[in-house]
């Protein structure tokens, strides 16, 4: 062990070769920091002094400050093995003492092949929290597709047990039992998320200095060596204050910010190996204002370590300095335009931006000094109008950042530049390959277009619209629909990335708290399944995800009438605010269009402008070329597009219908007989889990009332409103 020797806690202890594997070894980069060191101190000269022990530390700062860090080089002072939980809003008591899992019996393995004896033996032997697939990618050293298959031939095995055979059940306790018991250093993360009362009180008991925890096969009494760090971020949206009861067993506590400058350069050279001292202190120094003034100004982001960081090894690649604060850091805080520019003039009346540019023009020169070579390659080639025969030529390596440098491009044709506005704050948006669409796209989009006019005739066949001809179109935009999207989303961008800023932190620990049935193993016990004897006896709770169960479908009426009071205008504002919301907080997005009765032959129109099942990030362009046609058969509408919703994988479902009159198609889709379809249409995919909401525009907004009910109806008066009362109404359903 590598572990130095001052601090650690339990000299005479032996440790297994797993456990000794489990202490974190201390990168060559790690710098200890005052905090660290300072912990250390106190936890060592409280040690031995029984009820004065210090045994549970909290650290908490923003997020990028080092509490993870800070925790496992604990673990590597104090000799002890290092572990960590992270809770989620829907935790529950058996997330914290752990799962109950079927086996087979000891004579039945004993008959398997040794291999499968061998993986049957690791899945036992694990602690219920790691998949099967990654227990089996471990041990057999094995792909995880390959894994996967391995994982579904020994279920299908187990399930072979003869009738006569008892199924036995196995106590598999959580990593937080293990190292209770065990005595390791365990890293709490983000208990401040934790909804369920009970759970944080079953924390407290076991933080204890002399606590237990109870568990369905004993009592285990905490180990003697056993720490307990808890981190968490600081007024995060999404969390809640830190239990008082939780924050009071708590011996000692590091507010985690920023630290000292000079440490802040010397990890900063030993993380990236870059040592030019002028630069890393100005970067240092923008760092340091950037933070406080975030703070000053109530910007949710972040100016920390981890954007110091990066933003010094962009530079000794080669980077713009200037450029790479936006990406690096800036953009990190935030992405508003009016917070940007706060964080800017702070940069700029401390006079740092000054620097910086200064600083990167003597960094250039120096670089093209070191970079020339003097090469004599004898005479150069006649062709060339500019050199006489026979001349020594100077061959210069070109930088990274000289101006026809790529490094720093991203591969993505949609390509924003840095600032995202143009002349008189227009968006700027530009195609980095501005070359004709390939053949291969050009055929998939026409596949793709096929591909929705057979499933929308395939829903539409059983219903009372199965006799009419519908076209379901692919619009296309040119540069005047480019154009006129800078013009639109101008003023609306601010707002919408303000109410998407505040939308999500709600997303950060969003979880289903859905538990999937017929399991072969997790945290419920469901009696109603052992009649089956396929060993799926168990429910368990599906775990934190990062990304929205949220998809969205916006259907756009496009009668005629849309084009009167400016409701057009109002329409293209509207679903240009819900795209752009939705493709900041990552929601999946349809956006359909539909007329009627546009020829004999093309009953029904719809204009698939945005699709969940193929992004484009041209689509927004798409929008404006939304129109006011002919009539509206808004009950196939609904349907179609309600059909596409109910089978996506979110948990959630919308379908908003922007519209401003009531149904009317040819022949006889009009009156009542339109709004039993409509009401029909509604009530069965609501059942299907689709939600409706409709956002009346128009003069027949008591009709729209009446046929979509109190509780899916929105009267938007003032259509200067509109897109921000769409937007609201989606960030309601996170």
Sequence with gaps: MTTK???????????????????????????????????????????????????????????????????????????????????????????????????????????????????????????????ASEILTSVLGIPQEQAALKVKELYAMLTQQKEEEVVSYRFYPSEIVRAYRHGYLLEIQEPTVIRDAAVLMALNSALELDGSINLPTELIRRHPDFIAVITTNRSYAGTRPLNESLRDRVQHTEKMDLPAKPVMLERARAKTG?????????????????????????????????????????????????????????????????????????????????????????????????????????????????????????????????????????????????????????????????????????RQEREFRKKLNRDARAVAAGSVHGKVKLVVHRPDYTPESQQEYARVSKELMPVVREIARKALPLLEHEISSDFARNQYYGTQFLAERTAYQDFRYFAKKRPPSEKPALVVGLRVDESASMSAFGRLEAAKRAVTAVYEFCQLCHIPILIYGDTADVSKLEQMSMYAYTDFERWDGNDRFRLMEIRARSNNRDGMALRIMAERLAS????????????????????DYTGGYAIQDMQMTIAEYERKGVRFLAAAIGQDKDVIHRIYGSERYVDISNLSDLPAQLVRMVARYL
């Design 5 to 131: 020797k001052a601090y650690v806690l339990s000299p005479a202890r032996e440790l297994t070769d797993t456990e000794k594997e489990m202490i974190w070894k201390k990168p060559l980069s790690h710098k200890a920091g005052e905090e660290e060191l300072r912990i250390c101190r106190e936890i060592k000269r409280n040690w031995h002094r029984g009820e004065m022990k210090i045994a549970n530390i909290l650290l908490e700062g923003d997020a990028g400050s080092g509490k993870t860090q800070l925790a496992k080089a604990l673990s590597a002072e104090f000799g002890l093995p290092y572990t960590k939980v992270t809770c989620f809003a829907d935790m529950d008591k058996s997330d914290i003492i752990g799962s109950i899992l079927p086996v087979i019996s000891q004579e039945r393995l004993e008959q398997m092949e040794p291999a499968e004896q061998t993986v049957l033996k690791a899945l036992y032997d694990s602690d219920g929290f790691q998949s």
């Design 274 to 442: 870059y040592t030019d001292e002028e630069v890393l202190d100005v970067l240092a120094d923008i760092i340091i204002l950037l933070d406080k003034t975030a703070r000053a100004n109530a910007i949710k982001g972040v100016a920390g370590m981890r954007s110091f960081f990066y933003w010094a090894d962009a530079v000794a690649a080669g980077a713009s300095m200037h450029e790479s604060l936006y990406h690096k850091v800036i953009y990190k805080i935030t992405t508003d335009s009016e917070e940007i520019k706060i964080l800017e003039e702070v940069l700029r009346s401390q006079g740092l931006l000054a620097v910086l540019d200064q600083t990167e023009t003597e960094r250039k020169k120096k670089s093209t000094i070191d970079e020339i070579e003097i090469q004599t390659w004898g005479t150069v080639d006649d062709s060339d109008p500019d050199t006489e025969s026979g001349e020594l030529g100077i061959a210069i390596k070109k930088s990274a950042d000289s101006e026809e440098s790529t490094s720093e491009a991203p591969d993505d044709s949609t390509y924003m530049a840095a600032s995202d506005q143009g002349e008189q704050g227009a968006p700027l948006y530009h195609q980095a390959n501005p070359e004709p669409m390939p053949e291969e796209t050009i």
């Design 648 to 667: 996506a994988a979110q948990q959630s479902k919308l379908l908003i219908s922007l519209s401003d009159g009531q149904p009317k198609a040819m022949d």
